[in-house]
């Protein structure tokens, strides 16, 4: 694109000044594609230029603020998924957005081919916030997940002394660790895996030494079984505190501290994926703080780690395991850049700033109890509410709904201006910004209320 002569001024004063990015660009319009689209176009061009790997709920966002999100006719909603937990923070936090906007005028990227002032502070602060004394920086859950894998297959090789190309992962039945083929390798939805085959058989949710026996989520006597089974090879068990593509499983809450225990008896590295359950979002900073006595060797962390701005992940654990990686053995170009480190900073300062930790656990509570009462309410149509913090879900007998399902009720919720998304055809995760009000919160369950009342009469959807 050519710019007019005055309009390259005034690009160089908005980067020039740094601080005054907004204001400038305010009196700097550069000719752009429209992206002003109604919904029905939005829908048209996703339909017409997109891959459909995603079934979106027909909803358009154009803009969102807190836990509010508007479409572009100006209707007003309530989100009550959060970007499945990466908006803990709210949506356009203004803390956050400074950060991005002041950082974005200085330094965006280096590569880590050279050092850069704001990671090496980033890795300092995020250290010193979870505990932790090492950090890798990547930019998606997924590449955390991935880096997790084979920073525990190093391991394994350099300081357990696995024989080298036998090393086992384990992962639990019915986990959801991300769409990479790792990931799908520990997968158990066949949904999800069909067509991407052949998988990493050493990573597995199988119980070596069976016929194929899946290792049960909560189950200790499972986990025991593998490691007597197998324990000289395995390097390593991943698992989420609260399953969260499951349903919201939530373990008995020995169950992290007896995994760990096996894990030492075996020299097994337990590692946790706080992706979606982390940053505040049970009413605890990190969800593995309700076990215990509890400390992983490895944690996995994104989502909300950037509060939603940018996608930033990280891995992290000691010096001695993370030592297992050496220059070249991995990386990431923009893992680690300064914009992301410095939104994730501002991120996690919200978090410690505005409580969230405390909102979560008390709205969490609330909002529970008042699902529990919608539970009495519904006939039997809700099944069980289960969930910690603000991470909830309900689940709906459809032989009590009239055959309709959690996505005919998230249709139903929608048209009363509260935002969710089924997983899996009879639950519904509920998790809405950690900013929420009481009031809107109450305002959800008045939504649920009205359309389970509607539910059985409801037209059926073809999903």
């Not at 550069?30 to 176009?41: F, G, I, P, R, V």
């Not at 410095?342 to 409580?355: F, G, P, Q, T």
Request: charged share 20%; with cysteine.
């Amino acid at each position: 694109m050519i710019l007019a002569r005055g309009k390259v001024a005034g690009l160089r004063r908005v980067f020039h000044h740094g601080g005054a990015f907004l204001a400038s660009s305010q009196a700097f319009k550069m000719s752009t594609l429209n992206t002003d689209l109604s919904s029905e176009t939005t829908v048209q061009y996703e339909k017409a230029y997109s891959a459909h790997n995603y079934h979106p709920l027909p909803v358009v966002f154009q803009k969102a603020k807190g836990a509010k999100v508007w479409d572009p006719e100006g209707k007003q909603y309530l989100d009550f998924l959060s970007a499945y937990s990466a908006v803990n923070q709210g949506h356009c936090h203004p803390d956050i957005i400074a950060a991005l906007v002041d950082q974005a005028s200085k330094l965006t990227l280096s590569s880590r081919a050279f050092s850069n002032n704001v990671f090496s502070a980033f890795a300092k602060f995020i250290t010193e916030y979870f505990r932790y004394e090492s950090v890798l920086p990547m930019n998606t859950g997924a590449e955390a997940v991935e880096t997790g894998l084979k920073l525990a297959r190093r391991w394994g090789y350099m300081k357990k002394g696995i024989p080298e190309n036998e090393a086992i992962i384990l992962g639990a039945k019915d986990n959801f660790h991300g769409r990479t083929l790792g990931a799908l390798s520990l997968s158990t939805d066949e949904e999800a895996r069909k067509f991407f085959g052949p998988f990493l058989e050493s990573i597995t949710a199988k119980i070596p030494g069976t016929d194929g026996q899946y290792l049960r989520y909560g189950n200790i006597e499972d986990v025991e079984l593998a490691f007597k089974n197998a324990g000289d090879r395995i390097a390593a068990i991943l698992l989420e505190p609260i399953q969260g593509e499951a349903g919201i499983v939530v373990p008995p809450v020995e169950y992290l501290q007896k995994v760990q225990e096996l894990c030492r008896k075996y020299n097994v590295l337990l590692i946790c994926d706080e992706i979606q359950t982390g940053i505040a979002r049970t009413g605890k900073m990190l969800c593995y703080e309700h076990s215990p006595n509890v400390k992983p060797d490895v944690i996995l962390l994104g989502k909300a780690i950037s509060g939603g701005i940018l996608p930033v992940s990280c891995v992290l654990s000691s010096k001695e395991i993370m030592g297992c990686f050496e220059p070249g053995s991995h990386g990431s170009t923009y893992g680690g850049n300064p914009l992301s480190s410095r939104v994730a900073i501002a991120a996690l300062e919200v978090v410690k700033k505005e409580n969230l930790v405390e909102r979560a656990k008390t709205l969490g509570e609330f909002f529970q109890s008042e699902l529990k009462k919608l539970q009495q309410e519904a006939g039997g149509i809700i099944s069980d509410v289960r969930g910690r913090g603000l991470l909830t879900a309900i689940v709906i007998d459809p032989s009590k709904s009239n055959g309709r399902t959690a996505w005919d009720l998230c249709l139903l919720m929608k048209d009363q201006g509260v935002l969710a998304k089924p997983t899996h055809d009879h639950i519904i995760r509920l998790a809405p910004p950690l900013v929420i009000s009481k009031e809107d919160l109450m305002k959800g369950v008045e939504a649920i209320r009205a359309s389970l009342k509607l539910l059985p009469n409801a037209a059926k959807s073809n999903h």
